[in-house]
């Protein structure tokens, strides 16, 4: 060991000794799933997650429940959760209504968004992109004023379902201003999942030139398959937080039974199999993962989850 | 671009130009699945993936009917086929009778398996490695003889589902007997898809050391999601053959309902991603997925041709 990375395998290059999950399965997963959850079950979901290990965990959204009724008992989760010191627990805020009831709610990190891509910004929130970082602007100033991490979360940075192509510039035009308000921490999603490792290298090589990358995180999206090799090309650029989704909970709402975000048991499998510490059970995020797909009724998205379940339940049969 | 190499992305060292894909879902694929398709539905699989572009195909295996029913059309698939000139037609020969009806049946390449793993060799084949490697030295001399090419698949070189760990060593041992049968490719095969990426550098930089790296072939499998980064490692590393199965057909014997083999639209994606050339055409591939998935009426495993799938049907639906 070296430092802050591990040895290096054969030609990949030295990686983190340490990564930061961000597990979103709370929030972005539940939302996109067309199963809508008990309260009582999220909470329970969350307190898994905190069980398991996780330091960071994206519960929910202060959003007008008239456009996501899934996150529409935001304050009640918030209330009933079983706090753990070392974790943050990250809400989502749209507007300053959602930073008050994130203050409310005891939330450690609110999260900002934007695209990198016009046509999304014009599709998904009806403004420019300038506009939609402006008026974010007295959210930040707020969530600072509070105290609270600021993370700024930006979709679209491999490609768009609208314009497709996005240009790495305009990737690292929206970053800047997400570091202009004081983000504490920027998202460089790949939302519909198109990306590939080596653009993944690329873009997170030219981002580390406008932001830290020690506080640059990875959202990769599975739907075809990529998620995994772009988190290897990211770490291999250096990049140590990553997102994921207990089970994989949360499709793609562009392409009907595709797969959405990349799911948490699959990162884990890799980076403990690259001895990359996470201090995160990947046993008990197995079990989460089964809990919550057997509470929305839906197939495990998770493959090393299906696999470790089913050698279990093998292991189980024949003693 | 330089020599052999494309150009390299980030902390991405310098890949393969080309690589070549071995689509082994006719054989290793069908077999493994519960559902048997007829001769005619297997000779127009094959016949989908040459126009697809493949330069190389697993068709069938010339073993005992008793042993594996799947396969007992061998000869008429072979007789069947629309052939290619370009396209080496592989067939599975577990013995000299297998191989007199690879000839007959007028294969490209036969191949001879073996495992790393002593434990596994024992339980599949009942006899030890050496054992295993020695009964097939009259089918590797009978094939060179032929004038067939003489491809060795090794299982479990990353991991075993009867000893757990498997060394370098034995992986090593095992490529240095085919060697000396003549064999012009060998492949290492993840059976269980334990191995990560870490893992993957290092054994493959291990056999390039005993046999070429040119024809030295990577066998992923997806059941812990692991086969595309462990296809980014290999590549890495040097490897440009990879095995793969159109839909992610063939599950894991190992455990049930988990997933087996990478799917090929996934690897092709990533592939094509990254500028290297195959000589494929992903959306005649998604095709041919699509039309083996409804005859054995199962979900499409592979992720990318899910998503394509689901964006064709989503731009015909808006038209």
Redesign the interface.
Known sequence: MMGDTVES?????SLPKRVKIVEVGPRDGLQAEKTQVSTQVKVELVNRLSSAGFENIEVTSFVSPKWVPQMGDAADVMASINRRDRVIYSVLTPNLRGLEGAIEGRADEVVIFGAASEAFSQRNINCSIAESVSRFVPVAKAAKEAGLRLRGSISCCFGCPYQGEVSVASVLDIIARFAELGCDEIDIADTI?V?????V??V??AASGVFPIERLSGHFH?????A??N???AL???ISIFHSSVAGLGG?P??????GNV?T??VL??L????IETGIDLNQVIAAGDFISQQINKANG???G???L??T??IGCSN
């Open positions: 395998y054969g030609a990949l290059k999942g990306g590939t490792a080596g653009q290298s690329d997170v090589r599975d739907t075809y398959g990529q995994l090799p988190i290897l090309a291999q650029e250096g793609c562009y392409a009907r039974g595709a797969t799911a048991e699959d499998y890799m403990n199999g690259l001895g998770s493959r090393a299906r696999a470790l089913a050698r339940e093998a």
